[in-house]
């Protein structure tokens, strides 16, 4: 269940949109939402005075714009470096959901030009709802989710199943993700409602009344996974992103995804729809 949410808000890019689109869904109407602006330090006190001013207002247009229940908000203004904070709040508030906008830098790209979502996404242990600034943030009605037999991949799937149990005409799309995205005798089936990963989730999808497609790309995971979403004009893709680090090196980066090498990395930088990555401990 998704019950408090952290928006970070930069005053730009389209995070507000995401959380608007988000707040048509019943689940997340009975969320509490935390808007976080984070002021970087400045170098004067005048500047530093300028910077909260404009810090102020930029939290203030947000709850403007946002029009939510004034009992289930709350705004915070902190002072420091955005990346650290994001991570620190989201630990104090025991966040279920970070929202954050998303310049999609490809790679070391992403390292050279201090990205910030980059960054939250490499060290944060909670899910994460990613929007790049380029695309188009439409109302939710169909939810795609690659699944395999990880934990996070079930994680996935259950919070798709409670996004769209409160929406009419919704639609899961189940798109099997095994590491080559080959199909492979006993492992994917000629017909997907028969595939053995994919059959007890469809199980549920049945039992819950909500309308399933499935599909089993074949050929490179990442752009399999980011065409399919094209094709099918996905409005959310759900993806699970495992925490593969022992935990004493939880605190270190993740080389493969600080790298762009994981296939949460890729689909984050190159899927046309908001990225949602489910974090758990595989």
């Given at each position: 269940?998704i019950?408090?949410?952290?928006?970070?808000?930069?005053g730009?890019?389209?995070?507000?949109?995401?959380?608007?689109a988000l707040?048509?869904?019943p689940?997340?109407?009975?969320?509490?939402?935390?808007?976080?602006?984070v002021?970087?330090?400045?170098?004067?006190s005048d500047m530093?005075?300028t910077k909260?001013?404009?810090?102020?207002?930029?939290?203030?247009t947000?709850i403007?714009?946002?029009?939510?229940?004034?009992?289930?908000?709350t705004?915070?203004?902190?002072?420091?470096?955005?990346k650290?904070?994001v991570?620190?709040?989201a630990e104090?508030?025991?966040?279920?959901?970070?929202?954050?906008g998303?310049?999609g830098?490809?790679?070391?790209?992403?390292?050279?030009?201090?990205?910030?979502?980059q960054?939250?996404?490499?060290?944060a242990s909670?899910p994460?709802?990613?929007?790049k600034d380029?695309?188009y943030?439409?109302k939710i009605n169909r939810?795609m989710?690659?699944?395999?037999?990880?934990?996070?991949?079930?994680?996935?799937?259950?919070?798709?199943?409670a996004?769209?149990?409160?929406?009419?005409?919704g639609?899961?799309?189940?798109?099997?993700?095994?590491p080559?995205?080959k199909?492979?005798?006993?492992?994917?089936?000629?017909?997907?409602?028969?595939?053995?990963v994919?059959?007890?989730v469809?199980?549920?999808?049945?039992?819950?009344?909500?309308?399933?497609?499935?599909?089993?790309?074949?050929?490179k995971?990442?752009a399999?996974?980011c065409?399919?979403a094209?094709?099918m004009?996905?409005?959310?893709?759900?993806?699970g992103s495992?925490e593969?680090?022992?935990?004493?090196a939880?605190?270190?980066?993740?080389?493969?995804?600080?790298?762009?090498?994981?296939l949460s990395?890729?689909?984050?930088?190159?899927?046309?729809?908001?990225?949602l990555?489910?974090?758990?401990?595989?």
């Open positions: 269940m019950e408090k949410i952290l928006l970070a808000d930069s730009i890019g389209n995070s507000e949109e995401m959380l608007k707040m048509d869904i689940m997340i109407q009975r969320a509490a939402v935390t808007v976080l602006h002021v970087t330090p400045q170098s004067t530093m005075t909260w001013e404009e810090g102020g207002k930029t939290l203030a947000a403007q714009n946002l029009q939510l229940d004034p009992g289930r908000v705004a915070m203004l902190r002072e420091g470096d955005p650290d904070i991570c620190r709040v104090e508030i025991d966040a279920d959901l970070i929202i954050m998303s310049r830098l490809k790679r070391l790209q992403s390292i050279l030009e201090n990205s910030v979502s960054y939250v996404f490499q060290l909670r994460m709802l990613l929007v380029d695309i943030v439409r939810v989710v690659a699944i395999d037999k990880s934990g996070s991949a079930q994680e996935g799937v259950k919070l798709a199943m996004l769209l149990q409160g929406i009419p005409g639609q899961l799309i189940l798109a099997h993700a095994n080559d995205m199909l492979k005798p006993g492992e994917i089936a000629a017909n997907p409602d028969e595939d053995p994919l059959m007890p469809t199980a549920e999808a049945k039992r819950r009344g909500i309308s399933y497609k499935c599909v089993a790309p074949q050929g995971p990442g399999r996974l065409q399919v094209d094709e004009n996905v409005d959310l893709l759900i993806l495992p593969r680090r022992p935990s004493i939880k605190g270190l980066p993740d080389l493969d995804r600080l790298l762009g090498q994981s990395d890729y689909v984050r930088v190159y899927a046309n729809c908001p990225v990555l489910v974090r758990t401990v595989d």
